[in-house]
């Protein structure tokens, strides 16, 4: 059972979710264990468990195992060069897990990333998170209190900004002939599908969102390259709206 990945170490949880078959492909193992959970996390004690845990202001970072399914499910839309819209990005934990899938250091490629969420307090939370993940900072300092950000965010690679996601990126995040987001992932609960959000994917694309409110259904949303758009219910979920 999903619960039973939980670990004392980083490498330890990665290990167990490979194990129960959570992770799966290569791509996808190799970009979580560059990223520490636990720099994401507001209780280290809960670092670990496959478990969600509270960071504040209302909201959770999700369990381990929710992370893997959407990101095993987005795999094939997160491609070098691709563009990924997180939507309720809380923390910021996919943001760089995201990054290293769309922007690997052998491909010579570099995709972009962006995350979106509602509250300042976790805007500003997840930038700061961004900061203690020893792949992204160059000097080792805070993003907030140094004027040489981590690469990756310098270069606009990653950006998070607050706004409704429900709505989609604001027109300000879209440059002129941008075709689509490739992957969009939600990490927070909707009570209906968000329309504006199936309009923004890339033709072809891909949203993993839960919905239905709490307890809802996590639904796979395909577009594919004539614009067509199909709509999977994967599996039962729990989430914060």
């Known amino acids: 059972m999903a619960w039973t990945c939980t670990s ?7 290990n167990n979710l ?7 492909s290569q791509r996808a193992i190799q970009a979580f ?12 004690g809960e670092a670990y468990l496959d478990s969600p845990s509270y960071i504040g202001y209302g909201a959770t970072i999700s369990a381990p195992h929710m992370h893997c399914h959407a990101v095993e499910d987005l795999l094939p839309f997160l491609t070098p060069g691709s563009s990924v819209l997180d939507v309720g990005s809380g923390s910021g934990y996919l943001l760089p897990v995201f990054h290293h899938l769309v922007s690997p250091t052998d491909s010579g490629k570099k995709g972009r990333v962006l995350g979106i969420d509602h509250l300042t307090q976790l805007v500003d939370l997840a930038t700061t998170n961004l900061s203690k993940n020893p792949l992204f900072v160059t000097p080792p300092a ?12 310098q270069e606009g690679h990653i950006k998070v900004i607050l706004a409704d996601g429900r709505k989609g990126a604001p027109t ?17 609960a909707s009570r209906e599908m968000p329309e504006a959000l199936v309009e923004q994917l890339a033709k072809p694309g891909r949203m993993f969102v839960p919905v239905g409110g709490e307890q809802g259904q996590s639904t796979q949303v395909d577009k594919d ?8 219910k994967l599996f039962g979920v729990n989430y914060i709206p």
């Open 225 to 232: 390259q004539h614009g067509q758009v199909t709509k999977t």
């Open 172 to 188: 300000a995040e879209v440059p002129e002939g941008f075709a689509g987001w490739d992957a969009i992932h939600v990490g927070a």
């Open 142 to 153: 805070s993003i907030l209190q140094s004027s040489t950000p981590s690469v990756p965010v």
């Open 8 to 14: 004392t170490s980083n490498s330890g949880l990665i």
């Open 33 to 44: 264990k560059q990223v520490d959970r636990a720099h994401f996390v507001t209780r280290s």
């Open 18 to 24: 490979v194990q129960a078959s959570l992770l799966t």
